[in-house]
């Protein structure tokens, strides 16, 4: 058993450092190499199909899974590095970071359509789902924002996208009350529905 967060963080960003791109995954969200095929699988969940509206997170692991909503023609509502601003895009354009930075701000209070899809990287998941991010904490803040803003849909779902060396049996030891927990876990190889019910929206 892991005693601490970091030492999962620790565990993870050795084992996986051979299958990310640049930079090296220390201290971040792991940009692995098969992330894309991962983030395809998102077009198979009938949550998605069914979304308005998809949130992301700015990882560069995610970048694939916005450029999808976006060729789906879904409002892409998207968060700024270090929760500097939320941006939405609709455009089909390549929504790397730096395009992020030039999106339109977005007021929550008059965002059109539900968030459906509330998307996540991660530096590792459970099969409970519970996430441990790279310990800035802004993941669950962010869904946090969003939920207490009304942006929430009431069946929306919270997806990680993950390598499989990143999905643990159960981290629920490690875990606080603020942490949010996932709904699915979309790996290169397969879709996971986590083992327990998430925490009520309400």
């Keep these: 058993m892991f005693k601490s967060k970091e030492e999962v963080r620790e565990f993870v960003w050795k084992k996986i450092a051979p299958f990310c791109s640049f930079p090296p995954p220390y201290g971040r969200i792991p940009n692995f190499r098969t992330a894309k095929k991962a983030c395809e699988k998102i077009r198979e969940l009938e949550e998605y199909q069914r979304a308005e509206c998809i949130f992301s997170a700015p990882d560069s692991v995610l970048l694939r899974l916005r ?10 509502l998207a968060v700024l590095p270090r929760m500097t601003g939320f941006v939405v895009l609709k455009e089909r354009v390549k929504p790397t970071i730096e ?15 539900k968030v459906g899809v509330f998307a996540q990287g991660c530096v590792a998941v459970d099969l409970n789902g519970n996430r441990i991010g790279k310990g800035s904490g802004f993941g669950d803040r962010e869904y946090e924002i969003l939920k207490k803003s009304g942006v929430l849909a009431e069946n929306a779902i919270f997806v990680v996208v993950a390598h499989e060396i990143q999905v643990f049996s159960d981290l ?23 083992r327990s019910d998430r925490r009520s929206l309400s």
């Design 67 to 76: 450029e999808i909503a976006l060729e789906d023609g879904k409002t892409l």
């Design 99 to 113: 395009a992020l930075k030039h999106a339109k701000r977005a007021d929550l209070a008059k965002l059109k359509g």
């Design 172 to 194: 629920s030891y490690l875990m606080q009350e603020h942490d949010a927990k996932a709904d699915v876990i979309l790996t290169p190889e397969k879709i996971i529905r986590v």
